[in-house]
T-cell receptor
Framework: AQTVTQSQPEMSVQEAETVTLSCTYDTSESDYYLFWYKQPPSRQMILVIRQEAYKQQNATENRFSVNFQKAAKSFSLKISDSQLGDAAMYFC???????????FGTGTRLQVFP | KAGVTQTPRYLIKTRGQQVTLSCSPISGHRSVSWYQQTPGQGLQFLFEYFSETQRNKGNFPGRFSGRQFSNSRSEMNVSTLELGDSALYLCASSWGQGLTEAFFGQGTRLTVV
């Protein structure tokens, strides 16, 4: 069974600064996907970034990047140059290959202060 | 291109009643998944449908059921509602050929009184 753990219920960052959200996971699969989703107050889940486990290179999307440590089963999200619009709940999730079933962590609420 | 549409957006039901929620995926998407989100349990997987077949099922009682139609639209049904079924129900769609990106709808907020 897959499990995803987010140990930081809340984080805060000042505008323009950098923040890192932590995520660890457990799986017996040799190949899988990892995701970070953002859920703003509107409640609509938005994909932030995706990482294929077989790729060693860390995924990057503009100001968002991950630190994927496969051996340690760690998948942290770094947000650079934080903006007020980044304030939201952030969920780490995993999925086996060839299925759309996502296993989510409990989420981290990110506050951004001006 | 229209996004994932969930109807209704809000719903209030009485204990013991049944409810049907609808999800229209993005055009061309063949996979639809459902999730329940509550403050206590977080985001939990309910079902996954691909081409009208249930591909995965979460750990929920038999009161929760779903189906997918030939046009990929999906419905989920909850019978004999309990107070604990109050939640945000989220639907996600994707192409289904191995997970590329799942697009989520805005959810249906169900309140059971």
């Amino acid at each position: 069974a897959q499990t995803v753990t987010q140990s930081q219920p809340e984080m805060s960052v000042q505008e323009a600064e950098t923040v890192t959200l932590s995520c660890t996971y457990d799986t017996s699969e040799s190949d899988y996907y990892l995701f970070w989703y953002k859920q703003p107050p509107s409640r609509q889940m938005i994909l932030v970034i995706r990482q294929e486990a077989y790729k060693q290179q860390n995924a990057t999307e503009n100001r968002f990047s991950v630190n994927f440590q496969k051996a340690a089963k760690s998948f942290s999200l770094k947000i650079s140059d934080s903006q007020l619009g980044d304030a939201a709940m952030y969920f780490c999730a995993s999925s086996r290959v060839n299925t759309d079933k996502l296993i989510f962590g409990t989420g981290t609420r990110l506050q951004v202060f001006p | 291109k229209a996004g994932v549409t969930q109807t209704p957006r809000y719903l209030i039901k009485t204990r013991g009643q049944q409810v049907t929620l609808s999800c229209s995926p993005i055009s061309g998407h063949r996979s639809v998944s459902w999730y329940q989100q509550t403050p206590g349990q977080g985001l939990q997987f309910l079902f996954e449908y691909f081409s009208e077949t249930q591909r995965n099922k979460g750990n929920f009682p038999g009161r929760f059921s779903g189906r997918q139609f030939s046009n990929s639209r999906s419905e989920m049904n909850v019978s004999t509602l309990e107070l604990g079924d109050s939640a945000l129900y989220l639907c996600a769609s994707s192409w289904g050929q191995g997970l590329t990106e799942a697009f989520f709808g805005q959810g249906t907020r169900l309140t059971v009184v």
